[in-house]
């Protein structure tokens, strides 16, 4: 028996880092759980009007990178904190490294970034094109990709408001379909 529950529940929404270089050139990081791919070249996300949604008015450019079992806490603070009353990336320890595509910062710590342009920003939406997408070579696996079970990326899990590890491979994509084709 299924049971109606009366809202929205979205599983799994990664836990996003948007960075942002304010009008000195200090950076930011916000947390943001309500994004994803939009297109094969473009992210969207969902935001109110922040330190960081200014940042990026100013400058065109942010980045978004992945949350992860081990930058749990600071990415938890990055969304508790404001960037207007602190510097949260002093405060946690990160290093942010200007993105060589971009005019916005690539936090040292997560493994996999996006560095985007900011196509439009209308009614509390942002999207994004991605020029660049930057990992840390330890999180590759032996041909060159991305190893996703490496990295321990977080999800949000809004029901009981905890983040979750993503893990094990299950089954593969666009193959294991093929056993119920005719």
């Not at 791919?37 to 330190?51: G, N, Q």
């Not at 005019?103 to 009614?123: G, I, M, Q, R």
Request: hydrophobic share 40%.
């Amino acid at each position: 028996m299924k049971k109606n529950l009366g809202k929205t529940v979205f599983f799994p929404m990664p836990v996003l880092i948007v960075g942002t270089y304010d009008q000195n050139g200090v950076a930011n990081a916000m947390n943001a759980a309500w994004g994803g791919r939009y297109d094969a070249d473009k992210v969207v996300i969902a935001l109110s009007k922040h330190k960081t949604t200014e940042n990026f008015e100013k400058t065109g450019a942010f980045t978004v990178a992945f949350a992860t079992k081990q930058t749990v806490v600071e990415s938890d603070y990055f969304g508790i904190a404001s960037g207007r009353d602190e510097d949260k990336i002093a405060k946690a320890g990160f290093h942010a490294v200007k993105s060589q595509f971009v005019n916005a910062p690539v936090f040292e710590e997560y493994p996999l970034t996006l560095e985007c342009k900011v196509v439009s920003w209308k009614d509390e939406v942002l999207v994004g094109e991605v020029v660049n997408v930057s990992v840390d070579d330890a999180y590759l696996d032996e041909n060159g990709k991305l190893d996703a079970q490496r990295c321990q990326f977080i999800s949000y899990d809004e029901t009981n408001g905890s983040y979750r590890v993503l893990g094990d491979v299950v089954g593969k994509a666009f193959k294991d379909g093929n056993k119920l084709k005719g």
